[in-house]
């Protein structure tokens, strides 16, 4: 009996050693993992934040409301196309009349109201210019899947399938595939800016363009983490 006990813990060593072993290997790997990620970011940051055909788009978008403020769908639409180029910092700005919705809510994200988008183009009116600014461009959005679903809400386009998610990049360079809001971002980034000063997406725009220079610059997070409130459950 005590020479099968011995046997049993010698066994149960032997898979202790090898299960040690795997930890380490998989930590060894989940390094080199996180090191190639972020080189690989870093060196797309470098190539687009000088890239002549690059822009950074931000797409804002409303809740589709009816006349009593109900959301029959929970989609939502365009009501801003605005463009920023990297290389020479000339920027394009394109206010978009609601196709289908009767109100405009949420101006705590983007500033607007629909008094402001009286006469404004609807976006079927106005997508002339807009693939005009966009065609072959390479186009960096923050949140590009949920500005894709916007438009093809109201216009039957895939002028957009092929455009880089800011957003997503920054996930993978922080490790951080569910919770990183653009605050949260800024944060890493020690850039201080509070919800009201990004309201309007031009400023918005200068902001993101200073994100992808700190990655090109290969920043991490930067010591200080101050409790912030969460800017953007909204993703733009």
């Not at 009593?68 to 009501?79: D, L």
């Not at 971002?185 to 200073?210: F, K, P, W």
């Not at 090109?216 to 409790?227: F, L, R, S, T």
Request: charged residues 25%; contains cysteine.
């Amino acid at each position: 009996m005590e020479s099968v006990l011995r046997d049993l813990e010698r066994e149960k060593s032997k898979m202790q050693t090898d299960v040690d072993n795997l930890y380490r290997h998989y930590e060894k790997l989940q390094g080199y993992v996180r090191q190639y990620i972020e080189s690989t970011t870093i060196e797309w940051a470098k190539l687009v934040a000088s890239h002549p055909k690059a822009i950074l788009l931000v797409v804002e978008t409303i809740r589709i409301l009816d006349e009593t403020g109900y959301a029959s769908s929970g989609e939502s639409e365009p009501i801003r196309f605005t463009t920023l180029s990297l290389a020479s910092g000339e920027m394009w700005d394109q206010l978009i009349y609601p196709t289908f919705s009767r109100q405009v809510q949420g101006a705590e994200y983007h500033g607007l109201t629909l008094a402001e988008l009286e006469g404004k183009p609807t976006i079927s009116e106005a997508w002339p210019t807009i693939a005009e600014t966009l065609e072959s461009r390479q186009v960096i959005i923050f949140g590009a899947e949920w500005a894709r679903r916007a438009i093809q809400t109201v216009y039957p386009t895939h002028a957009l399938d092929g455009a880089y998610c800011l957003h997503n990049k920054a996930k993978e360079f922080y490790g951080e595939f569910y919770e990183l809001s653009l605050q949260k971002i800024l944060t890493y980034q020690g850039i201080d800016r509070q919800r009201e000063q990004l309201r309007d997406s031009r400023d918005r725009l200068l902001m993101l363009a200073q994100v992808i220079t700190n990655f090109a610059a290969g920043m991490a997070k930067q010591p200080q983490e101050p409790e912030a409130s969460d800017l953007l459950d909204h993703p733009f």
